[in-house]
């Protein structure tokens, strides 16, 4: 069955980096658009970062645009996001999400997705 596993998050301090990693299983990676997702405490999940089935569009929420970069490895089957500068509102559990995509293009929605991982927790402390 089609799986999507995060791992690479962690306790940071703020000004940090971490680098979060998707790995997809159970489907043809390269036909699916990817995209990043976080919920902090008490609050909905919220679109972070996005990028198309060919890897060469990317879209970024305002918050993280310049600190976070979303990419993927087709050969891996993975998806990456490099978070730099971290901030203490950063901190969420982060969720990767995958739909398939027959027009190349990116997707912002959590309705757009239908596969969603089970989440890694990213804190960053003051």
């Known amino acids: 069955q089609v799986q999507l596993v995060e791992s690479g998050g962690g306790l940071v301090q703020a000004g940090g980096s971490l680098r979060l990693s998707c790995a997809a299983s159970?489907?043809?990676?390269?036909?699916?658009?990817m995209g990043w997702f976080r919920q902090s405490a008490g609050k909905e999940r919220q679109f972070v970062a996005a990028?198309?089935?060919?890897?060469?569009?990317?879209y970024y929420t305002d918050s993280v645009k310049g600190r976070f970069t979303i990419s993927r490895d087709d050969a891996k089957n993975t998806m990456f996001l490099q978070m730099n500068s971290l901030k203490p509102e950063d901190t969420a559990v982060y969720y990767c999400?995958?739909?398939?995509?027959?027009?190349?293009?990116?997707?912002?929605?959590?309705?757009?997705?239908?596969?969603w991982g089970q989440g890694t927790q990213v804190t960053v402390s003051s």
């Open positions: 999400a995958a739909t398939r995509s027959w027009l190349g293009g990116y997707y912002t929605k959590i309705s757009d997705y239908n596969t």
């Open positions: 990028i198309n089935r060919r890897g060469d569009s990317t």
């Open positions: 159970g489907l043809t990676f390269s036909t699916y658009a």
